[in-house]
């Protein structure tokens, strides 16, 4: 077993022990709701598929992807940079996302805020997801133009690190129950 098993298994156990140690502080008088009550149970089944689509495991995804696309289209970089179709590709995804963010932050945009700002917009709440998708995206369109199978760009780094996403799905159900518990 290596290490990256060994930390899995250790994490699985601590998200096993998790309801039964707040079933022993609840019942030691700490302030720490049971998992183990009626309405611990009933909040354990109706959000224990929440963690499979929380953030963590969605960064995970990204993450995942990002570096099989970015390993199958955009390496060796330094030849990669000096291509003329890379950068015609690279002046259409920037000036497309130009073409975006400008008219995101039109005066009248539905994306701004109700306040008409920037700050708590729907805008600044997906940048982060919309950015990584668009570099996908990108990555796969040029990838494809060099013959490049667009299943082996998706799957490479999830084939690599197999345990990645369960390991964020683990951690978070372990902060889903400890955000539970000190509510």
């Known amino acids: 077993m290596n290490s990256n098993e060994r ?3 250790v994490l699985l156990l ?11 502080l609840s019942a030691l008088g700490l302030p720490c709701r ?6 611990g149970l009933r909040w354990l089944f109706r959000h ?15 993450c995942l992807m990002m570096q099989g696309v970015i390993k199958e289209s955009l390496l060796p970089l330094g030849e990669t940079l000096r291509r003329p179709r890379f ?10 996302l130009f073409v975006i963010l400008a008219a995101a932050v039109a005066p009248d945009s539905p994306l701004l805020s109700i306040t008409g700002g920037l700050a708590g917009s729907p805008l600044v709440d997906g940048l982060f997801f919309l950015g990584w998708f668009s570099f996908i995206v990108f990555c796969l369109g040029y990838g494809n133009d060099r013959h490049k199978p667009w299943t082996r760009m998706l799957t490479y780094g999830i084939i690599s690190h197999p345990l990645a ?3 964020a799905i683990v951690v978070s159900f372990c902060w889903q129950c400890v955000v539970y518990m000190m509510s």
Not at 34 to 39: A, K, Q
Request: net charge negative; with cysteine.
């Open 165 to 167: 996403i369960p390991f």
């Open 7 to 9: 930390n899995f298994v």
């Open 14 to 24: 601590v998200a096993g022990v998790l309801p039964f140690l707040s079933w022993a």
């Open 87 to 96: 950068l015609r590709h690279a002046a259409m995804y920037a000036i497309v």
């Open 34 to 39: 049971s998992i183990f009550d009626d309405e």
């Open 48 to 62: 224990a598929a929440d963690c499979l689509h929380s953030r963590l495991v969605m960064l995970a995804l990204c």
